[in-house]
């Protein structure tokens, strides 16, 4: 039997590809391996920045090193066109390491790419097993889910939005929806197999469209009735301001599943750096609908992404960044300091570019705003009772279990205890905070309990046997 392993760089997105891509492979009779005996090496890589795509190229030539014999395809967000050296003119395979390129969308055509490549394994059953390439079939394609109990469902791929310092809309494509009946079927699926937690995924997860009409909001409900059925938490990723409509604040604030958590990502506080960026909305219209989602979700926490020192972000339009962040007062942000991208506009505002040196210090004075107000909202969780989804239970020498995992309000959390606790649902008593982590204890009652709370705060304790 042929063997195979996977290397995913970049977002959820990626992980969530990588998992049926990983589905296509077993099924056409390869195992995953992560020993020395590799026969198919598979990066899956980010280009969101130009950083992204010199690590993975990087970790592409340390591999063949490492792995000579092994047969390496790259897939992800840098490939432009699938095929391989003989039928494809991506400029990745133009780098000796690389012998296989494909689109995420043309994963069902992988092993009908691998079968000149592998002479000595049987395709013959499975070269149409999934398919053409096409989106419809990739969406098709049962992921082999790594964490049953979390588990992430794309819902669209592509993006519309062409802000001037992304590749995604070259590289992922225009926005293309799944059907909603397809999408919860999925999720109904992932359910029954003992998901917990579900995360829908999209580059702009709000803009979901079926039949012709925007309605992500009506997809959260459907979704949310699961919650009969063992659903706990729906959460969704990447939302963007511009589709933060009120019907969707308004599910949010009404469903059981709901997560008192929103990642909204503003990219800056300054209304003419936004416009540099083709954000298409102003600060106002950002400060509006956060305060709309803090009055229906009174316990809400906030995250946002930034970036720091885009071409021609002056002294003042840094000042505005930094009394916009102490304004919104958020919990989380994912800054990032400038970097050109190949290929997009802002790679071509040379003349506006900020010096390297100054960019880091803007991103240090911004950071330590952010750490401000994200501490201390952290620290007003100290002494309360935190519901625990834990992902990683780690056993200690002295036989004990470090369990971490994250929070309604997506905080994390570390508990100490006699059993591993991964993939449960537990009440746990914050004792403690150390920077972004918080830690804990279990409640001394009898057994580990598992709490579904609504948003209204009422809680219905249930005893795990």
Same mark, same amino acid.
């Given at each position: 039997?042929?063997?195979?392993?996977?290397?995913?760089?970049?977002?959820?997105?990626?992980?969530?590809?990588?998992?049926?891509?990983? #589905?296509?492979?077993?099924?056409?009779?390869?195992?995953?391996?992560?020993?020395?005996?590799?026969?198919?090496?598979?990066?899956?890589?980010?280009?969101?920045?130009?950083?992204?795509?010199?690590?993975?190229?990087?970790?592409?030539?340390?591999?063949?090193?490492?792995?000579?014999? !092994?047969?390496?395809?790259?897939? $992800?967000?840098?490939?432009?066109?699938?095929?391989?050296?003989?039928?494809?003119?991506?400029?990745?395979?133009?780098?000796? *390491?690389?012998?296989?390129?494909?689109?995420?969308?043309?994963?069902?055509?992988?092993?009908?790419?691998? &079968? %000149?490549?592998?002479?000595?394994?049987?395709?013959?059953?499975?070269?149409? !097993?999934? /398919?053409? $390439?096409?989106?419809?079939?990739?969406?098709?394609?049962?992921?082999?889910?790594?964490?049953?109990?979390?588990?992430?469902?794309?819902?669209?791929? $592509?993006?519309?939005?062409?802000?001037? =310092?992304?590749?995604?809309?070259?590289?992922?494509?225009?926005?293309?929806?799944? *059907?909603?009946?397809?999408?919860?079927?999925?999720?109904?699926?992932?359910?029954?197999? /003992?998901?917990?937690?579900?995360? @829908?995924?999209?580059?702009?997860?709000?803009?979901?469209?079926?039949?012709?009409?925007?309605?992500?909001?009506?997809?959260?409900?459907?979704?949310?009735?699961?919650?009969?059925?063992?659903?706990?938490?729906?959460?969704?990723?990447?939302?963007? *301001?511009?589709?933060?409509?009120?019907?969707?604040?308004?599910?949010?604030?009404?469903?059981?599943?709901?997560?008192?958590?929103?990642?909204?990502?503003?990219?800056?506080?300054?209304?003419?750096?936004?416009?540099?960026?083709?954000?298409? =909305?102003?600060?106002?219209?950002?400060?509006?609908?956060?305060?709309?989602?803090?009055?229906?979700?009174?316990?809400?926490?906030?995250?946002?992404?930034?970036?720091?020192?885009?071409?021609?972000?002056?002294?003042?339009?840094?000042?505005?960044?930094?009394?916009?962040?102490?304004?919104?007062?958020?919990?989380?942000?994912?800054?990032?300091?400038?970097?050109?991208?190949?290929?997009?506009?802002?790679?071509?505002?040379?003349?506006?570019?900020?010096?390297?040196?100054? #960019?880091?210090?803007?991103?240090?004075?911004?950071?330590?705003?952010?750490? &401000?107000?994200?501490?201390?909202?952290?620290?007003? !969780?100290? /002494?309360?009772?935190?519901?625990?989804?834990?992902?990683?239970?780690?056993?200690?020498?002295?036989?004990?279990?470090?369990?971490?995992?994250?929070?309604?309000?997506?905080?994390?959390?570390?508990?100490?205890?006699?059993?591993?606790?991964? /993939?449960?649902?537990?009440?746990?008593?914050?004792?403690?905070?150390?920077?972004?982590?918080?830690?804990?204890?279990?409640?001394?009652?009898?057994?580990?309990?598992? !709490?579904?709370? %609504? @948003?209204?705060?009422?809680?219905?304790?249930?005893?795990?046997?």
């Amino acid at each position: 039997m042929k063997t195979y392993t996977i290397k995913t760089f970049g977002c959820q997105m990626n992980h969530s590809d990588s998992e049926r891509v990983a #589905k296509v492979l077993e099924q056409s009779g390869f195992s995953r391996c992560e020993g020395d005996q590799v026969d198919l090496f598979i990066v899956n890589t980010c280009s969101v920045r130009q950083k992204s795509e010199d690590k993975a190229y990087g970790f592409i030539v340390q591999q063949k090193k490492k792995y000579p014999n !092994a047969l390496v395809a790259v897939t $992800g967000c840098m490939v432009r066109q699938t095929g391989d050296k003989s039928s494809s003119s991506d400029n990745l395979l133009k780098y000796d *390491p690389i012998d296989v390129v494909f689109r995420i969308e043309d994963t069902a055509r992988l092993p009908k790419l691998l &079968e %000149s490549h592998f002479l000595d394994h049987d395709f013959s059953e499975f070269s149409n !097993a999934f /398919g053409s $390439g096409s989106l419809e079939n990739y969406f098709h394609i049962v992921p082999k889910v790594e964490n049953k109990s979390q588990v992430f469902v794309p819902i669209m791929q $592509g993006c519309d939005k062409f802000c001037t =310092y992304c590749i995604v809309p070259y590289t992922r494509g225009r926005e293309l929806s799944r *059907p909603m009946e397809d999408i919860v079927s999925e999720c109904e699926q992932h359910v029954c197999n /003992g998901a917990v937690e579900i995360t @829908l995924l999209g580059q702009n997860v709000n803009s979901y469209v079926d039949q012709g009409k925007k309605c992500f909001a009506e997809l959260l409900l459907k979704i949310d009735v699961l919650h009969k059925q063992g659903l706990s938490r729906l959460r969704f990723t990447s939302a963007h *301001p511009q589709d933060f409509t009120d019907d969707v604040i308004e599910a949010l604030r009404t469903m059981q599943t709901s997560c008192p958590y929103v990642h909204l990502p503003v990219q800056h506080g300054s209304d003419r750096v936004l416009r540099a960026m083709n954000r298409n =909305y102003k600060v106002e219209k950002y400060e509006d609908i956060i305060r709309k989602i803090r009055e229906a979700i009174p316990n809400v926490t906030i995250a946002t992404d930034i970036i720091v020192g885009f071409p021609g972000e002056t002294e003042e339009d840094f000042q505005e960044l930094c009394a916009f962040a102490r304004r919104m007062k958020f919990d989380f942000s994912y800054t990032a300091i400038f970097s050109p991208r190949k290929h997009t506009p802002a790679a071509r505002m040379e003349k506006d570019f900020i010096d390297q040196d100054e #960019k880091k210090r803007r991103f240090h004075v911004f950071d330590n705003i952010i750490k &401000e107000t994200s501490w201390e909202n952290r620290e007003s !969780a100290v /002494g309360t009772t935190l519901e625990v989804l834990f992902e990683k239970s780690e056993k200690q020498s002295d036989g004990m279990y470090v369990n971490s995992g994250r929070s309604r309000e997506f905080f994390e959390v570390f508990v100490k205890s006699g059993r591993p606790l991964r /993939g449960r649902e537990v009440m746990v008593g914050i004792s403690e905070r150390k920077g972004y982590v918080l830690s804990g204890d279990l409640p001394e009652s009898e057994g580990i309990q598992r !709490a579904h709370t %609504s @948003l209204s705060n009422k809680l219905k304790v249930l005893t795990i046997k």
